[in-house]
């Protein structure tokens, strides 16, 4: 393995533990998202700053918010990045208000609000908040059973994309039909042609790009899943880079983590390493510090994709452990 993807490694593993102890009796499936939110932007955790961006979201929501929910670890991790939290904290809260004029309220929602504020003003939210909306309503359209308010977030970031609605919806269902070939049909699913959807190209070409990179490390022996995870393998495969060259860097680090602490045989399973593992070296290959606002294309959908899948991890790990300790009684 190359030295600095080695170090990315062993900053993960530690940004991970100083999350951990800044919130220790959060969800455990939310630290890893935690810790690559700071490698992304090339910093380093500390639990101190993470301790006082975790009471600046108590201080500016009320006690039933949804900033206080499962992603609140998250949302603390990204207002640590900046210089000032208090006021990223209410730009936030503004943002969210404004959409909830055109979306149901949820965890989505307020982290969709959250990482708007790195490059949208108040016009500008207020602005594309309806188009978003309208392209909402066309996914529902296509997608009766599988949309949902997760697909909110999507929405509203092609809402500041420059294709036309009509293309955003083609080229969504174009990746949606490609992607069958391989994958089960599902939410999931539909979330990565979402991802892809804000990136350019051919749908065919897209989706055979992820393909490409799921079959590859599928014979190199890492269980990558085929749910929620499929999302931040889609951004990653968008990133333009070699595809056998990712997969051997994805394989890498997927291996060097089962040496680590936390990936034993309590750990997060094979599917959450290789996950965590494409999403280290998708570090490598983008600046989240510098978001594009005329291109909403692979640095952003990685972090959508992130912590979107970590949302349904945890929200999935509740709920069979709701019903575990249902059927002990």
């Known amino acids: 393995m190359k030295a600095s993807l080695q170090t990315l490694c062993d900053q993960f593993i530690e940004n991970r533990d100083t999350v951990k102890s800044a919130f220790k009796w959060d969800n455990s499936y939310v630290y890893p998202l935690c810790a690559n939110i700071f490698c992304a932007h090339g910093q380093m955790a500390e639990a101190e700053k993470l301790t006082r961006c975790r ?48 979306f149901w309220g949820s965890e989505y929602l307020a982290l969709i609000a959250f990482l708007l504020t790195d490059f949208a003003s108040r016009a500008d939210v207020e602005e594309k908040a309806g188009r978003g909306k309208e392209i909402y309503q066309r996914m529902k359209k296509e997608h009766p059973f599988l949309t949902s308010s997760e697909d909110s977030v999507f929405a509203v970031m092609m809402a500041f994309s420059e294709k036309d609605n009509d293309a955003l919806i083609n080229d969504m269902e174009g990746c949606y039909q490609a992607l069958r070939a391989r994958f089960t049909i599902g939410n ?49 495969a968008e990133m333009d880079e070699n595809i056998p060259g990712v997969a051997a860097e994805v394989t890498e680090v997927y291996e060097y983590l089962s040496t680590q602490r936390g990936y034993g045989f309590f750990g997060p399973g094979k599917a959450a390493r290789a996950m965590h593992a494409a999403m280290i070296v998708s570090d490598q290959y983008s600046s989240r510090g510098q978001i594009d606002t005329a291109a909403m294309t692979g640095t952003l959908a990685m972090i959508i994709a992130q912590e979107m899948a ?20």
């Open 55 to 102: 009471k600046i979201i108590q201080e500016q929501t009320g006690i039933f918010s949804n900033f206080r929910g499962n992603l609140r670890p998250a949302l603390a991790a990204l207002l640590a990045l900046g210089q000032d939290p208090e006021a990223k904290m209410a730009q936030a809260v503004e943002n969210y208000d404004i959409l909830k004029r055109d």
């Open 188 to 236: 999931a699913l539909q979330s990565v042609s979402h991802v892809l959807a804000l990136s350019n190209g051919a749908p065919e070409e897209k989706a055979g790009r992820v393909i490409d990179l799921y079959n590859a490390l599928r014979g190199a022996d890492v269980r990558y899943g085929r749910d929620y995870e499929l999302a931040t393998l889609a951004a990653l």
């Open 310 to 329: 970590m949302c349904a991890v945890m929200v999935s790990a509740s709920a069979s452990s709701a019903a575990a300790s249902s059927s002990s009684h």
